[in-house]
């Protein structure tokens, strides 16, 4: 049937077969927490397949149980883990100077939520060590691929331009081509295999970088990852999104931390209906309610 005679039924239809069998086959897909340009970047695809075998996007789809290269086109193209090592420099900064100092003489817990290939995770640690803290760092991510790459550690030594030269220094190996994160770093940081629609890790974090993940989930999936995160958290631990996300978390009353110019984190409590957006400062006086008001 030509796509002009298909109904959009059946192209929800067609399109939430293929993210059930990105999700079977490779945990990518998520059918009922994709956002919407995750099911326009599905629906292109298949689209495309259709095309080659002359038949409707829904036959398409309902063909992908038979059909594994075509599943992998999908999966391939929904696979978005673009990250870096200090990536949002102002975030990492503020972390250093406004937040690591605050945190009790404990050993303190990180953790990467949706780390892709564990340059957030490393970068945490770095900047905690170079505080000279004791801590430990989980990055988690549902991409097996990407938690094996993160365990490996290895990445291109074009990738030391993205971090400050003393963190390149005293916590990276490179040679010729190749960085490698310093042993002393990896053995603090560890990675699962975790679909945080599903779960998400247990803990009493310090510490939780959330970045560049909301993106993939519809509302109110993400949201409710979100709060499950927040749960998650120390009484004086912060959640951090991209900046770009921040307004999205604060529209659903979580209570924000800012920093510094820019950079606003998400603290436990609830945000009230005459708080200001955002608050002003982080640690709040006297302990309690923060200031800014
Ligand atoms: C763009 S990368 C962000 C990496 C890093 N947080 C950063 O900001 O640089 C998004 C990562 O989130 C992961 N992700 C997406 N949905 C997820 C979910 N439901 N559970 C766990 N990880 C997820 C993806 O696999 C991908 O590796």
Excluded at 170 to 178: F, I, K, L, N, P
Excluded at 185 to 200: N, Y
Excluded at 239 to 261: N, W
Aim: glycine share 8%.
């Amino acid at each position: 049937m030509p796509q002009g005679e298909v109904t959009s039924q059946e192209v929800d239809r067609a399109v939430d077969l293929a993210l059930a069998a990105a999700e079977q086959t490779h945990g990518v897909g998520r059918a009922m927490a994709a956002p919407g340009w995750v099911r326009d970047r599905v629906l292109t695809i298949l689209q495309c397949q259709a095309e080659r075998l002359g038949v409707s996007a829904l036959l398409a789809a309902e063909r992908l149980r038979r059909n594994q290269s075509a599943v992998e086109e999908i999966v391939a193209a929904l696979r978005v883990g673009e990250t870096r090592f200090y990536r949002d420099p102002l975030a990492w900064e503020a972390i250093a100077s406004a937040v690591v100092p605050t945190l009790p003489n404990r050993p303190i817990a990180g953790l990467s939520a949706g780390c892709s290939t564990g340059e957030e995770a490393y970068t945490l640690a770095m900047v905690l060590a170079s505080a000279g803290r004791r801590f430990s760092v989980l990055g988690v991510d549902r991409s097996q691929d990407a938690v094996t790459a993160a365990r490996e550690a290895t990445y291109s030594a074009e990738a030391a331009c993205h971090l400050p030269p003393a963190y390149v220094r005293r916590y990276c190996e490179v040679d010729g081509s190749a960085l490698q994160v310093c042993k002393e770093l990896r053995s603090l940081v560890s990675f699962e295999v975790c679909d945080l629609v599903s779960t998400v890790p247990r803990g009493g974090f310090h510490i939780i970088l959330f970045k560049n993940v909301l993106l993939y989930l519809a509302s109110p999936a993400g949201e409710a990852v979100a709060r499950r995160l927040m749960a998650e958290l120390d009484p004086r631990g912060l959640l951090f999104t991209a900046a770009s996300e921040v307004p999205r978390l604060c529209g659903v009353g979580i209570a924000t931390a800012r920093l510094a110019s820019g950079v606003t984190a998400f603290r436990v409590g609830a945000r009230t209906g005459s708080e200001p957006p955002p608050p002003l400062t982080w640690p709040p006086p006297h302990g309690g309610q923060e200031g800014g008001k």
